[in-house]
C-alpha cells in the first residue's frame, strides 16, 4: 500500500500561482502512476492531471492545459502540480491519487490509493 498527503493549498487571487505536493509513504512510489483531482462545491470530483510512473508522459484535462504543469521526484516520493494563471472555476479540495494499473491502461486509469485532500480557493 501506499499513503498520500498532500500540502500546498490556500487562498490565491486571479492570476495567481500555487504549487500543490503530494508526498508518498508505503512502498515505492515509482511502481504508481499518480493522478490529482478535484471537487468543487455541488460537483463532482474530476480529473486534473496524470504522470507516468517515471515522469515522462503527462496527461491534462482541457481547462487547465498550458496552465497547469505536474511533476513528480520519485527519489523524494513526490508529485507536485504547478498551477498558474489561476482562476475562481479552479477553487475546489484537490485530491492526489495512485494507481497500480499498468501502462496499457494509461488513458484511464483506476486509483486505488487517495489523499485527503487539499483546499485552493482562487479569489476574483
Known amino acids: 500500500q501506499v499513503q498520500l498527503v498532500e500540502s500546498g493549498g490556500g487562498l490565491v487571487q486571479a492570476g495567481g500561482s500555487v504549487r500543490l505536493s503530494c508526498a508518498a509513504s508505503?512502498?515505492?512510489?515509482?511502481?504508481?502512476?499518480a493522478g490529482w483531482f478535484r471537487q468543487a462545491p455541488g460537483k463532482e470530483r474530476e480529473f486534473v492531471a496524470r504522470?507516468?510512473?517515471?515522469?515522462?508522459?503527462?496527461s491534462y484535462t482541457d481547462s487547465v492545459k498550458g496552465r497547469f504543469t505536474i511533476s513528480r521526484d520519485n527519489v523524494k516520493n513526490t508529485v507536485a502540480p504547478q498551477m498558474n494563471s489561476l482562476k475562481p472555476e479552479d477553487t475546489a479540495v484537490y485530491y492526489c491519487?495512485?494507481?497500480?494499473?499498468?501502462?496499457?491502461?494509461?488513458?484511464?486509469?483506476?486509483?486505488?490509493?487517495w489523499g485527503q485532500g487539499t483546499q485552493v480557493t482562487v479569489s476574483s
Open positions: 508505503g512502498r515505492t512510489f515509482s511502481r504508481y502512476i
Open positions: 504522470i507516468s510512473r517515471s515522469g515522462g508522459v503527462t
Open positions: 491519487a495512485a494507481s497500480t494499473d499498468p501502462d496499457f491502461n494509461w488513458q484511464s486509469p483506476l486509483y486505488q490509493y
